[in-house]
Protein backbone atom coordinates (compact mmCIF):
# COMPACT_ATOMS: atom_id res chain seq x y z
CA UNK A 1 0.00 0.00 0.00
CA UNK A 2 1.32 3.42 -1.25
CA UNK A 3 0.71 5.87 1.21
CA UNK A 4 0.70 10.11 0.48
CA UNK A 5 0.20 12.64 3.03
CA UNK A 6 -0.82 16.00 2.51
CA UNK A 7 -0.24 19.00 5.14
CA UNK A 8 0.98 22.62 6.34
CA UNK A 9 4.63 22.54 4.34
CA UNK A 10 6.78 24.25 7.61
CA UNK A 11 10.24 24.49 7.72
CA UNK A 12 11.49 23.68 11.50
CA UNK A 13 14.35 26.22 12.31
CA UNK A 14 15.57 25.18 15.86
CA UNK A 15 17.84 27.48 17.49
CA UNK A 16 19.81 27.07 21.17
CA UNK A 17 19.99 30.60 22.73
CA UNK A 18 22.67 31.70 25.54
CA UNK A 19 19.97 33.56 27.16
CA UNK A 20 16.51 34.87 26.66
CA UNK A 21 17.69 38.29 25.39
CA UNK A 22 16.64 37.58 21.85
CA UNK A 23 13.31 36.80 22.98
CA UNK A 24 13.45 39.60 24.15
CA UNK A 25 14.75 41.75 20.83
CA UNK A 26 11.86 39.85 19.01
CA UNK A 27 8.53 40.86 21.42
CA UNK A 28 8.27 36.80 22.13
CA UNK A 29 6.77 35.38 24.93
CA UNK A 30 8.96 32.64 26.40
CA UNK A 31 7.19 29.27 26.29
CA UNK A 32 4.18 30.42 23.93
CA UNK A 33 3.42 29.14 20.49
CA UNK A 34 2.59 32.13 18.45
CA UNK A 35 1.60 32.77 14.93
CA UNK A 36 3.65 35.46 13.48
CA UNK A 37 3.24 37.60 10.27
CA UNK A 38 5.55 38.22 7.37
CA UNK A 39 7.38 41.03 9.07
CA UNK A 40 8.00 39.21 12.23
CA UNK A 41 9.69 36.40 10.26
CA UNK A 42 11.84 38.19 8.68
CA UNK A 43 13.20 40.10 11.71
CA UNK A 44 13.54 36.13 12.99
CA UNK A 45 15.65 35.22 9.83
CA UNK A 46 17.77 38.05 10.12
CA UNK A 47 19.01 36.65 13.44
CA UNK A 48 19.99 33.55 11.54
CA UNK A 49 24.01 34.54 11.29
CA UNK A 50 23.92 35.23 15.29
CA UNK A 51 22.42 32.20 16.40
CA UNK A 52 23.41 28.08 15.79
CA UNK A 53 20.54 26.85 14.20
CA UNK A 54 19.13 23.34 12.82
CA UNK A 55 16.97 23.35 9.76
CA UNK A 56 14.62 20.23 8.96
CA UNK A 57 11.39 19.59 7.30
CA UNK A 58 7.94 20.00 9.52
CA UNK A 59 3.97 20.01 9.44
CA UNK A 60 2.79 17.22 11.16
CA UNK A 61 2.18 14.75 8.07
CA UNK A 62 5.41 15.49 6.45
CA UNK A 63 7.05 14.30 10.02
CA UNK A 64 4.77 10.87 9.33
CA UNK A 65 5.67 10.73 5.96
CA UNK A 66 9.45 10.96 6.99
CA UNK A 67 9.34 8.21 9.47
CA UNK A 68 7.19 5.87 7.09
CA UNK A 69 9.92 6.12 4.30
CA UNK A 70 12.24 5.31 7.07
CA UNK A 71 10.79 2.55 8.10
CA UNK A 72 10.49 1.23 3.99
CA UNK A 73 7.36 2.46 2.76
CA UNK A 74 6.39 3.95 -0.46
CA UNK A 75 5.69 7.19 0.77
CA UNK A 76 4.78 11.16 -1.06
CA UNK A 77 3.91 14.24 0.27
CA UNK A 78 1.94 17.15 -0.87
CA UNK A 79 2.54 20.90 0.19
CA UNK A 80 3.21 24.32 -0.69
CA UNK A 81 6.48 25.85 -0.77
CA UNK A 82 7.85 29.39 -1.66
CA UNK A 83 11.15 30.01 -4.17
CA UNK A 84 13.04 31.05 -1.47
CA UNK A 85 16.14 29.18 0.81
CA UNK A 86 13.34 28.12 3.28
CA UNK A 87 11.52 26.24 0.39
CA UNK A 88 14.70 24.55 -1.59
CA UNK A 89 15.96 23.32 2.06
CA UNK A 90 12.69 21.87 2.78
CA UNK A 91 12.66 20.37 -0.51
CA UNK A 92 16.13 19.18 -0.81
CA UNK A 93 15.37 17.43 2.62
CA UNK A 94 12.08 15.46 1.95
CA UNK A 95 13.99 14.10 -0.96
CA UNK A 96 16.73 12.70 1.33
CA UNK A 97 14.82 11.18 3.63
CA UNK A 98 13.27 9.20 0.69
CA UNK A 99 9.77 10.77 0.31
CA UNK A 100 8.32 11.15 -3.30
CA UNK A 101 7.60 14.95 -2.95
CA UNK A 102 4.80 16.88 -4.42
CA UNK A 103 5.85 20.27 -3.93
CA UNK A 104 3.75 23.69 -5.43
CA UNK A 105 6.77 26.28 -5.19
CA UNK A 106 5.62 30.05 -6.31
CA UNK A 107 7.10 33.41 -5.31
CA UNK A 108 6.99 34.31 -1.92
CA UNK A 109 7.83 33.24 1.63
CA UNK A 110 8.10 29.52 2.62
CA UNK A 111 6.43 28.37 5.52
CA UNK A 112 8.72 28.08 9.17
CA UNK A 113 8.31 26.78 12.30
CA UNK A 114 11.12 28.44 14.28
CA UNK A 115 11.58 26.92 17.83
CA UNK A 116 13.99 28.68 20.50
CA UNK A 117 15.27 27.03 22.93
CA UNK A 118 15.95 28.53 26.37
CA UNK A 119 19.35 27.73 28.53
CA UNK A 120 16.58 26.30 30.80
CA UNK A 121 15.43 23.53 27.94
CA UNK A 122 12.20 25.55 27.13
CA UNK A 123 10.70 26.01 24.14
CA UNK A 124 9.37 29.51 22.89
CA UNK A 125 7.69 28.87 19.19
CA UNK A 126 6.69 31.38 16.56
CA UNK A 127 4.73 30.31 13.43
CA UNK A 128 4.96 31.63 10.17
CA UNK A 129 2.29 29.65 7.35
CA UNK A 130 3.21 31.61 4.96
CA UNK A 131 2.65 30.14 1.16
CA UNK A 132 1.83 26.77 2.87
CA UNK A 133 -1.90 27.65 3.79
CA UNK A 134 -2.49 28.66 0.18
CA UNK A 135 -2.09 25.38 -0.87
CA UNK A 136 -5.78 24.62 -3.58
CA UNK A 137 -7.10 22.09 -4.25
CA UNK A 138 -7.03 22.80 -7.97
CA UNK A 139 -3.13 22.45 -7.75
CA UNK A 140 -3.12 18.76 -6.64
CA UNK A 141 -3.26 17.07 -10.10
CA UNK A 142 -5.97 13.73 -9.86
CA UNK A 143 -2.41 11.81 -11.92
CA UNK A 144 -0.69 12.48 -8.41
CA UNK A 145 -3.42 11.32 -5.66
CA UNK A 146 -3.79 8.37 -8.38
CA UNK A 147 -0.83 6.97 -7.54
CA UNK A 148 -1.51 6.37 -4.26
CA UNK A 149 -3.51 4.19 -2.12
CA UNK A 150 -3.94 5.66 0.91
CA UNK A 151 -4.19 9.80 1.74
CA UNK A 152 -3.25 10.77 5.12
CA UNK A 153 -4.26 14.35 6.31
CA UNK A 154 -3.43 16.66 8.95
CA UNK A 155 -6.66 18.36 10.68
CA UNK A 156 -5.06 21.68 10.36
CA UNK A 157 -6.01 21.85 7.10
CA UNK A 158 -9.71 21.94 8.11
CA UNK A 159 -8.96 26.02 8.15
CA UNK A 160 -8.55 26.06 4.58
CA UNK A 161 -11.71 26.27 2.77
CA UNK A 162 -10.51 25.95 -0.82
CA UNK A 163 -8.65 22.60 0.13
CA UNK A 164 -9.67 20.01 2.99
CA UNK A 165 -13.85 19.21 1.65
CA UNK A 166 -12.48 19.60 -1.71
CA UNK A 167 -9.35 16.88 -1.12
CA UNK A 168 -11.55 14.80 0.92
CA UNK A 169 -13.98 14.41 -1.75
CA UNK A 170 -11.80 13.69 -4.79
CA UNK A 171 -9.81 11.31 -2.95
CA UNK A 172 -12.94 9.34 -1.94
CA UNK A 173 -13.86 9.62 -5.30
CA UNK A 174 -10.59 8.06 -6.57
CA UNK A 175 -10.91 5.18 -4.35
CA UNK A 176 -8.17 5.78 -1.75
CA UNK A 177 -8.41 5.10 1.35
CA UNK A 178 -8.37 8.34 4.03
CA UNK A 179 -6.46 8.40 7.29
CA UNK A 180 -7.20 12.18 9.38
CA UNK A 181 -5.54 13.63 12.24
CA UNK A 182 -7.62 15.87 14.08
CA UNK A 183 -4.30 17.85 14.86
CA UNK A 184 -5.49 19.78 17.84
CA UNK A 185 -7.84 20.44 20.26
CA UNK A 186 -9.30 23.78 19.46
CA UNK A 187 -9.59 22.40 15.65
CA UNK A 188 -11.87 20.10 17.08
CA UNK A 189 -13.79 22.41 19.09
CA UNK A 190 -13.86 25.55 16.73
CA UNK A 191 -14.61 23.09 13.48
CA UNK A 192 -16.93 20.71 15.58
CA UNK A 193 -19.52 20.71 13.14
CA UNK A 194 -17.93 20.62 10.09
CA UNK A 195 -16.12 17.16 11.20
CA UNK A 196 -19.06 15.21 12.73
CA UNK A 197 -20.17 15.98 8.56
CA UNK A 198 -17.51 14.59 6.94
CA UNK A 199 -15.76 12.26 9.27
CA UNK A 200 -18.38 9.32 8.68
CA UNK A 201 -18.57 9.91 4.95
CA UNK A 202 -15.09 10.45 4.03
CA UNK A 203 -12.94 9.19 6.77
CA UNK A 204 -11.79 5.49 7.31
CA UNK A 205 -8.94 5.63 9.95
CA UNK A 206 -9.10 8.52 12.44
CA UNK A 207 -6.17 9.73 14.91
CA UNK A 208 -6.64 11.79 17.57
CA UNK A 209 -4.88 12.43 21.34
CA UNK A 210 -7.37 11.94 24.15
CA UNK A 211 -7.98 15.29 24.81
CA UNK A 212 -9.07 15.51 20.93
CA UNK A 213 -10.89 12.65 21.73
CA UNK A 214 -13.02 13.95 24.21
CA UNK A 215 -13.23 17.32 22.64
CA UNK A 216 -15.12 15.24 19.84
CA UNK A 217 -17.30 12.96 21.67
CA UNK A 218 -17.30 14.63 25.05
CA UNK A 219 -16.06 11.21 26.39
CA UNK A 220 -12.87 10.15 28.08
CA UNK A 221 -10.71 8.06 25.70
CA UNK A 222 -11.76 4.52 26.55
CA UNK A 223 -15.34 5.56 25.75
CA UNK A 224 -14.58 7.87 23.15
CA UNK A 225 -13.22 5.20 20.79
CA UNK A 226 -16.30 3.16 20.86
CA UNK A 227 -17.82 6.10 19.59
CA UNK A 228 -15.54 7.22 17.30
CA UNK A 229 -15.67 3.68 15.83
CA UNK A 230 -19.37 4.03 14.72
CA UNK A 231 -18.25 6.85 12.30
CA UNK A 232 -14.93 5.46 10.87
CA UNK A 233 -13.24 1.89 10.22
CA UNK A 234 -10.33 1.97 12.13
CA UNK A 235 -10.20 4.54 15.38
CA UNK A 236 -6.68 5.46 17.18
CA UNK A 237 -6.62 7.17 20.56
CA UNK A 238 -3.26 8.33 21.87
CA UNK A 239 -2.96 8.84 25.65
CA UNK A 240 0.61 9.93 26.36
CA UNK A 241 2.42 7.94 28.73
CA UNK A 242 -0.24 5.38 29.18
CA UNK A 243 0.41 4.05 25.48
CA UNK A 244 -3.11 4.40 22.89
CA UNK A 245 -6.27 2.66 22.21
CA UNK A 246 -6.44 0.98 18.74
CA UNK A 247 -9.57 -0.66 17.44
CA UNK A 248 -11.69 -1.47 14.64
CA UNK A 249 -15.46 -2.82 15.16
CA UNK A 250 -14.68 -6.03 15.77
CA UNK A 251 -11.82 -5.74 18.56
CA UNK A 252 -10.19 -2.83 20.91
CA UNK A 253 -6.92 -3.20 22.20
CA UNK A 254 -4.74 -1.21 24.63
CA UNK A 255 -0.77 -0.65 24.01
CA UNK A 256 1.40 0.51 26.22
CA UNK A 257 3.64 2.87 26.07
CA UNK A 258 7.36 2.22 26.08
CA UNK A 259 9.34 2.73 29.02
CA UNK A 260 11.23 5.53 27.37
CA UNK A 261 13.44 8.22 29.04
CA UNK A 262 11.54 11.46 28.08
CA UNK A 263 13.64 14.40 26.53
CA UNK A 264 10.89 15.60 24.34
CA UNK A 265 7.48 14.81 23.23
CA UNK A 266 7.70 17.17 19.88
CA UNK A 267 7.18 14.58 16.73
CA UNK A 268 5.19 11.62 19.36
CA UNK A 269 1.86 11.79 18.19
CA UNK A 270 3.07 12.07 14.42
CA UNK A 271 5.73 8.77 14.82
CA UNK A 272 2.99 6.69 16.12
CA UNK A 273 0.91 7.32 13.01
CA UNK A 274 3.45 6.75 11.24
CA UNK A 275 4.38 3.33 12.60
CA UNK A 276 0.57 2.66 12.73
CA UNK A 277 0.17 3.52 9.35
CA UNK A 278 2.81 1.33 8.14
CA UNK A 279 1.47 -2.26 10.29
CA UNK A 280 -1.66 -0.64 8.18
CA UNK A 281 0.15 -0.91 4.97
CA UNK A 282 1.48 -4.45 5.76
CA UNK A 283 -2.02 -5.92 6.35
CA UNK A 284 -0.87 -6.18 9.59
CA UNK A 285 -3.64 -6.92 13.36
CA UNK A 286 -4.61 -3.72 14.98
CA UNK A 287 -2.38 -4.90 17.69
CA UNK A 288 0.66 -5.24 15.79
CA UNK A 289 0.41 -1.96 13.93
CA UNK A 290 0.07 -0.44 17.51
CA UNK A 291 2.92 -2.06 18.51
CA UNK A 292 4.72 -0.13 15.84
CA UNK A 293 3.50 2.95 17.06
CA UNK A 294 4.46 3.02 20.23
CA UNK A 295 7.73 2.16 19.26
CA UNK A 296 8.24 4.88 16.92
CA UNK A 297 6.61 7.10 19.42
CA UNK A 298 9.06 5.61 22.31
CA UNK A 299 12.20 6.57 20.12
CA UNK A 300 11.05 9.98 19.04
CA UNK A 301 10.58 11.29 22.43
CA UNK A 302 14.15 10.03 23.52
CA UNK A 303 15.74 12.67 21.78
CA UNK A 304 15.22 16.51 20.67
CA UNK A 305 12.98 17.23 17.75
CA UNK A 306 10.40 15.53 15.95
CA UNK A 307 12.57 13.13 13.72
CA UNK A 308 14.01 9.75 15.00
CA UNK A 309 17.74 10.09 15.08
CA UNK A 310 19.70 7.81 11.97
CA UNK A 311 21.39 5.17 14.40
CA UNK A 312 18.32 3.98 15.39
CA UNK A 313 17.01 3.34 12.95
CA UNK A 314 18.36 0.19 12.04
CA UNK A 315 17.26 -1.27 15.34
CA UNK A 316 14.06 -0.26 14.95
CA UNK A 317 13.50 -1.92 11.69
CA UNK A 318 14.88 -5.53 13.26
CA UNK A 319 11.76 -4.88 16.16
CA UNK A 320 9.43 -4.28 13.48
CA UNK A 321 10.10 -7.12 11.46
CA UNK A 322 9.81 -9.03 14.35
CA UNK A 323 6.41 -7.58 15.44
CA UNK A 324 5.35 -8.51 12.10
CA UNK A 325 6.47 -12.28 12.54
CA UNK A 326 4.26 -12.47 15.81
Known amino acids: MKIIGIGNALLDVL ?19 DIIDEAKMA ?11 SKTPGGSVCNSM ?11 YIGKIGNDKSGSVYSEEIVKS ?9 SGMSGCSTILVSPDGER ?13 EDEIPDDVLKQYDCIYIEGYLISNDHLFLPVLRRAKNLGLKIALDLSNFNIVNGFKTLLKSVIPIY ?19 DKAIVEILKEVEIAVVTTGKRGA ?17 VLDTTGAGDNFAAGFLYGYSKGALIKQSA ?4 LLAGNVIEVMGAQIENERWEDINLKVCEILRE
Open 15 to 33: FRMENDDTLHVLGLRKGAM
Open 43 to 53: EIQNLEKSLNS
Open 66 to 76: RSLARLGANAG
Open 98 to 106: GVTPFLVRM
Open 124 to 136: TMATFLGLAATLS
Open 203 to 221: VDILFSNENEAEAYTGLPA
Open 245 to 261: LAGNKDIIVHEAALNAL
Open 291 to 294: QIGT
